[in-house]
């Protein structure tokens, strides 16, 4: 058996959940948007599952244990904002009872926004949770892939392909590193992300599997909706692929003048007993809710408000980073 990344649903050790620290970077959102995060982490905790919130220094950590419950424990990490999905490391499970870290190169989502501290999260991730670690010589985020398990994976070209991750790299390289590295065997190329996502289209945002051989795909809820072309462009190339194709409410236009913000129910984060769906105020929140509901019947589906989270540039699933159960 070799080392294969696993899909979400499958059984959670633990789960890291990334806490705002940087007023510089939050501003005026920097409180509501830790409040938000806080929440999150409750909701998983008060189902029993071990969550890590990291917390960057000892004033985080205080303001972290205002608003979270006992339940929720804390871990001091490096790190240059919230999102672990991309800076963190990807554990794969393998023979014997084994897991590893496997971490990627990093360079700020195409050299739009590398931090302090981006490059060493991974590594302190890793050595908190005793997990080996090794670094590939490419440069990946894990928002960008979605497995169910099987040896699928699910990407975008936007963003695997976008030259400025990976310049020497062809479509035929990148491939076989995903190959070697995440333990894939077969590939599903979407086309584009979604409207004013910074990190050129990853995949979390647009499309997630949700069952073997089964993937989520939003519809337009709005006339207006910026990603029409983008979600129908991707349901005709999963049905081609032979996917099972869920449909799922889009929250619609959300944004200021003409700039369309990437939110997106999608970016839902699964856990061992809920999965927690952010919503922004939209008319179409409650019915996300619902539809993710169905995706997942054994367990429960929470919504809560991620609104001052997404002027980060993310949500849940982008904030976090689980941890697979041992097989054994």
Same mark, same amino acid.
């Given at each position: 058996?070799?080392?294969?990344?696993?899909?979400?649903?499958?059984? %959670?050790?633990?789960?890291?959940?990334?806490?705002?620290?940087?007023?510089?970077?939050?501003?005026?959102?920097?409180?509501?948007?830790?409040?938000?995060?806080?929440?999150?982490?409750?909701?998983?905790?008060?189902?029993? %599952?071990?969550?890590?919130? /990291?917390?960057?220094?000892?004033?985080?950590?205080?303001?972290?244990?205002?608003?979270?419950?006992?339940? /929720?424990?804390?871990?001091?990490?490096?790190?240059?904002?919230?999102?672990?999905?991309?800076?963190? +490391?990807?554990?794969?499970?393998?023979?014997?009872?084994?897991?590893?870290?496997?971490?990627?190169?990093?360079?700020?989502?195409?050299?739009?926004?590398?931090?302090?501290?981006?490059?060493?999260?991974?590594?302190? &991730?890793?050595?908190?949770?005793? $997990?080996?670690?090794?670094?590939?010589?490419?440069?990946?985020?894990?928002?960008?892939?979605?497995?169910?398990?099987?040896?699928?994976?699910?990407?975008?070209?936007?963003?695997?392909?976008?030259?400025?991750?990976?310049?020497?790299?062809?479509?035929?390289?990148?491939?076989?590193?995903?190959?070697?590295?995440?333990?894939?065997?077969?590939? $599903?190329? &979407?086309?584009?992300?979604?409207?004013?996502?910074?990190?050129?289209?990853?995949?979390?945002?647009?499309?997630?599997?949700?069952?073997?051989?089964?993937?989520?795909?939003?519809?337009?809820?709005?006339?207006?909706?910026?990603?029409? /072309?983008?979600?129908?462009?991707?349901?005709?190339?999963?049905?081609?692929?032979? $996917?099972?194709?869920?449909?799922?409410?889009? +929250?619609?236009?959300?944004?200021?003048?003409?700039?369309?913000?990437?939110?997106?129910?999608?970016?839902?984060?699964?856990?061992?007993?809920?999965?927690?769906? +952010?919503?922004?105020?939209?008319?179409?929140?409650?019915?996300?809710?619902?539809?993710?509901?169905?995706?997942? +019947?054994?367990?429960?589906?929470?919504?809560?408000?991620?609104?001052?989270? $997404?002027?980060?540039?993310?949500?849940?699933?982008?904030?976090?980073?689980?941890?697979?159960?041992?097989?054994?």
């Amino acid at each position: 058996m070799a080392f294969v990344m696993p899909a979400e649903w499958a059984k %959670q050790d633990w789960i890291w959940i990334g806490f705002p620290a940087h007023g510089d970077l939050w501003e005026e959102n920097l409180a509501p948007a830790q409040e938000q995060m806080a929440a999150f982490a409750n909701a998983v905790a008060e189902t029993g %599952q071990q969550v890590r919130l /990291v917390v960057r220094d000892a004033a985080t950590e205080m303001r972290a244990k205002q608003l979270v419950s006992g339940a /929720v424990s804390f871990e001091r990490h490096p790190y240059g904002d919230i999102w672990l999905r991309d800076t963190g +490391p990807l554990t794969l499970p393998g023979p014997d009872g084994q897991r590893r870290a496997q971490g990627f190169g990093f360079n700020g989502w195409g050299g739009k926004y590398l931090l302090e501290g981006d490059l060493e999260t991974g590594p302190s &991730l890793a050595d908190a949770g005793d $997990l080996p670690y090794s670094r590939a010589d490419w440069i990946l985020e894990g928002g960008a892939v979605e497995s169910d398990g099987t040896g699928l994976v699910v990407t975008t070209e936007q963003c695997l392909l976008n030259p400025n991750r990976n310049p020497s790299l062809s479509r035929e390289q990148i491939w076989a590193n995903l190959q070697r590295d995440l333990g894939f065997d077969r590939i $599903l190329w &979407l086309g584009e992300g979604l409207a004013g996502d910074h990190t050129d289209g990853h995949v979390d945002n647009l499309a997630r599997l949700v069952g073997e051989n089964t993937i989520a795909i939003p519809r337009a809820s709005t006339p207006d909706d910026p990603n029409a /072309v983008v979600y129908d462009d991707a349901r005709a190339r999963a049905a081609d692929f032979g $996917l099972s194709v869920r449909d799922m409410p889009s +929250p619609g236009w959300m944004g200021e003048g003409d700039e369309a913000e990437p939110a997106s129910y999608m970016n839902f984060a699964i856990c061992n007993d809920v999965v927690v769906v +952010p919503t922004y105020g939209s008319a179409h929140d409650e019915d996300a809710v619902a539809a993710v509901g169905d995706l997942f +019947p054994g367990r429960v589906a929470v919504g809560l408000r991620a609104d001052a989270v $997404l002027t980060g540039g993310g949500s849940f699933h982008c904030a976090s980073q689980h941890v697979p159960a041992n097989p054994t």
